[in-house]
């Protein structure tokens, strides 16, 4: 069973997800205005268009972290899609707010790995540490 702390900061995450989706569909063009001009110069389609594929999926990484439903690969997508909004916003004053977003995502999915991922990183450091000549053994 996970830590209570997990799911606080799951749920939190989800609504946060969630909200941001609803509030982008209530109007995309807004949202469009944080963009650079440089990134919205290369949207193959109109900036509302790609505001409402933003909202979409927004909604559905909090229905994921909501649901509990592979918290791990929700978390992955939205720390991609976070880094894309970092990337695309420029240095505003909601940068912090994203940046503590992106850790927050980044936590959830480290913890909420599973056994098999874990395993296969695991035997990636055994490999290397076989390669390098010492012993794989953790103390």
Same mark, same amino acid.
């Given at each position: ?7 606080? &900061? ?31 110069? &290369? ?10 594929? /933003?909202?979409?999926?927004?909604? /559905? ?5 909501? &649901?509990?439903? &592979? ?15 970092? @990337? @695309?916003?420029?240095? @505003?004053?909601? @940068? ?27 035997f990636v450091k055994k490999q290397q540490m ?10």
């Open positions: 069973m996970k830590k209570t702390s997990f799911h606080f &900061l799951r749920v939190g995450l989800a609504i946060t997800f969630l909200w941001i989706g609803v509030l982008i569909f209530k109007n995309p063009e807004a949202w469009g205005g944080y963009l650079q001009p440089w990134a919205a110069g &290369l949207l193959p389609i109109p900036i509302a268009q790609a505001m409402i594929g /933003t909202a979409i999926l927004d909604i /559905t990484i909090g229905a994921f972290l909501l &649901l509990d439903f &592979l918290p791990w690969l929700a978390a992955f997508v939205g720390a991609i899609h976070i880094i894309i909004v970092l @990337t @695309t916003s420029g240095i @505003t004053d909601i @940068t912090v707010r994203d940046i503590g977003l992106l850790v927050a995502v980044l936590a959830l999915m480290i913890d909420s790995l599973p056994q098999w991922v874990l395993n296969k990183i695991w076989l390669e390098m000549g010492q012993s794989p053994e953790i103390k």
